[in-house]
T-cell receptor, first 114, second 111 residues
Framework: GAGVSQSPSNKVTEKGKDVELRCDPI?????LYWYRQSLGQGLEFLIY????????KSGLPSDRFSAERTGGSVSTLTIQRTQQEDSAVYLC????????????FGPGTRLTVL | SQQGEEDPQALSIQEGENATMNCSYK?????LQWYRQNSGRGLVHLIL?????REKHSGRLRVTLDTSKKSSSLLITASRAADTASYFC???????????FGAGTRLTVKP
């Protein structure tokens, strides 16, 4: 079956612009996660959606970041007024049920803020 | 801060040798997972070990878990050049509702 997909695969934007990143989880997976990975670093957890429940947003790095998940499926991560330090690979993952289940990752979106 | 910390940060071995990577964590866990990442993009799940398990095998992979020491190890036997990648351990922090990944071990297997 289809895995987790993310779009775009690469995004170059100018400082101050808004960007929207999209994640399509595996069909039937109730949990969805967003991570950020800077060059040569580990993964930084951003936010987690479980079904239709409201997410805990405390992991988002600033109030310029927001995320939503419509209908318990597709998710978008929006970064407003992008800064150069936002440049990173943004990874999305989904898991079948609980947060501790195996996570299946998408290929990521590489964001470059000029 | 990282929940899991891997060591070594980098490991370089010859093809055919075994590679051992270690992970330490700080809080109680229900399970610990190991992931592999090629070229800084998507991660691939390798193995999940539950807190009541001490050892688990999958092909050339062997994972151990010592909950008393809050540590885990990943052993790759008879390594191949294709095993070159970064390896991460990960645990779910139920109190914080977040997943913590270690900084990773960069493994290079020379042909």
């Amino acid at each position: 079956g289809a895995g987790v997909s993310q779009s775009p695969s690469n995004k170059v934007t100018e400082k101050g612009k808004d960007v929207e990143l999209r994640c399509d989880p595996i069909s039937g997976h109730t949990a969805l996660y967003w991570y950020r990975q800077s060059l040569g670093q580990g993964l930084e957890f951003l936010i987690y959606f479980q079904g239709n429940s409201a997410p805990d947003k405390s992991g988002l790095p600033s109030d310029r970041f927001s995320a939503e998940r419509t209908g318990g499926s597709v998710s978008t991560l929006t970064i407003q007024r992008t800064q150069q330090e936002d440049s990173a690979v943004y990874l999305c993952a989904s898991s079948l049920n609980r947060a501790e289940d195996t996570q299946y990752f998408g290929p990521g979106t590489r964001l470059t803020v000029l | 801060s990282q929940q899991g910390e891997e060591d070594p940060q980098a490991l370089s071995i010859q093809e055919g040798e075994n590679a051992t990577m270690n992970c330490s964590y700080k809080t109680s866990i229900n399970n610990l997972q190991w992931y592999r990442q090629n070229s800084g993009r998507g991660l691939v799940h390798l193995i999940l070990i539950r807190s009541n398990e001490r050892e688990k095998h999958s092909g050339r992979l062997r994972v151990t878990l010592d909950t008393s020491k809050k540590s885990s190890s990943l052993l790759i036997t008879a390594s191949r050049a294709a095993d070159t990648a970064s390896y991460f351990c990960a645990t779910w922090l139920s109190n914080n509702n977040d997943m913590r990944f270690g900084a990773g071990t960069r493994l290079t297997v020379k042909p």
